[in-house]
């Protein structure tokens, strides 16, 4: 194999083929970010326009000013979440899935679980496939992943991991595409913490049921996750506010919630770490629930740190680069943190 052929092998691996799949990724439903999903949340938008504009409750011209007309979606910040949605691709081939698989030979698997709890108390009856055990597998799977989610978000809120999820607090306009800005050391953590945790789950759900249960999908996806992406998912990340109200909102996480923990008041600040349900907000104290009455909220983390996320480069090596920093500089006593999450 000559030379020219090796290039082209390798630029099919890593970069044609990751971002040609990306881009198709738009057209299935094993995403959030897919176009039946976005039309399901723009439908929504639509409706809440033309209520409010009924109402005198909305200045928008048109249903594209509401939407934030060019002023967002043609914003630098997110016109760098679109580039970024494709290097993404090139990032899991390159680092995510490398590393990952690193470290999978030492991750115990549900079979690993199973094996174990039957030499220790013995084979259980099988009970069989049917329609309540996938529902109720499918219950269990969503909810243990979305509490891993909760916990994993906490967590990059923290002092030294708070570097590399500023990546995705560093956009000043939010669009659908601002949920795949994210560091791809937060994605290795959140594979592998799923990993750990739903193979013991799995493990233990199979063991009491005697063998392996299928989970429930709709059109190839989990239902649950299927039915949580209908609820105009991709409205989190917009600037249409869509409040569930205050009761259902320390159960369910509507896209309110969500701009409020991208708001950059400190009244906001570490509020609503909740993907789905807010219900683990509500339980561990993190819970900030909204009205139907829109909050004035800028996104960001300031506008000290505008300028330093405005390239692909910037959001991969900044976290480093502030990391390295943190570990080497010593904080001066009764010097106040650079922000809640410093």
């Known amino acids: 194999m000559d030379a020219l052929s090796l290039v082209y092998k390798h630029l099919t691996e890593w970069v044609i083929a990751p971002v040609t799949a990306q881009f198709l990724g738009i057209f299935n439903l094993n995403g959030r970010l897919g176009v039946l999903f976005l039309c399901v949340s723009y439908g929504v938008a639509y409706g809440l326009f033309r209520f409010r504009k009924r109402r005198g409750l909305s200045h928008a011209r048109s249903f594209w000013q509401f939407l934030g007309g060019g002023r967002v979606h043609l914003h630098p910040s997110a016109l760098l979440d679109y580039r970024y949605y494709f290097v993404r691709a090139i990032l899991k081939v390159a680092l995510v899935l490398p590393i990952v698989h690193l470290v999978d030979p030492y991750i115990l698997r549900s079979g690993d679980y199973l094996a174990f709890f039957s030499n220790l108390w013995g084979e259980r009856p099988r009970l069989g496939q049917n329609l309540g055990l996938a529902l109720l597998y499918g219950l269990g799977v969503f909810l243990l992943k979305d509490f891993l989610h909760y916990w994993a978000h906490r967590a990059f809120h923290s002092r030294w991991l708070w570097a590399f999820h500023k990546v995705h607090h560093s956009a000043p306009v939010l669009v659908p595409a601002t949920a795949s800005r994210v560091h791809f050391v937060e994605k290795i953590v959140e594979k592998l913490s799923i990993s750990l945790g739903l193979g013991l789950y799995a493990g233990c759900f199979w063991y009491a049921c005697g063998g392996e249960i299928g989970r429930y999908t709709l059109f190839g996806v989990t239902y649950l996750i299927f039915i949580f992406n ?41 509020r609503n770490f909740g993907t789905n349900l807010s219900l683990w907000d509500w339980m561990f104290g993190t819970l900030y629930v909204t009205s139907s009455t829109p909050e004035p909220l800028c996104f960001g983390t300031g506008e000290r740190d505008h300028r330093r996320y405005l390239t692909v480069y910037s959001l991969i090596v900044t976290p480093f680069v502030d990391t390295a920093r943190k570990l080497l500089a010593k904080r001066p006593r009764g010097v106040a943190p650079e922000t809640p999450w410093s």
């Open 230 to 270: 209908s609820l105009a998912a991709n409205l989190r990340h917009s600037h249409v506010w869509l409040s569930f109200g205050p009761r259902l909102e320390h159960v369910l996480n509507s896209p309110a919630q969500h701009q409020i923990h991208h708001s950059d008041a400190p009244r906001h600040f570490n």
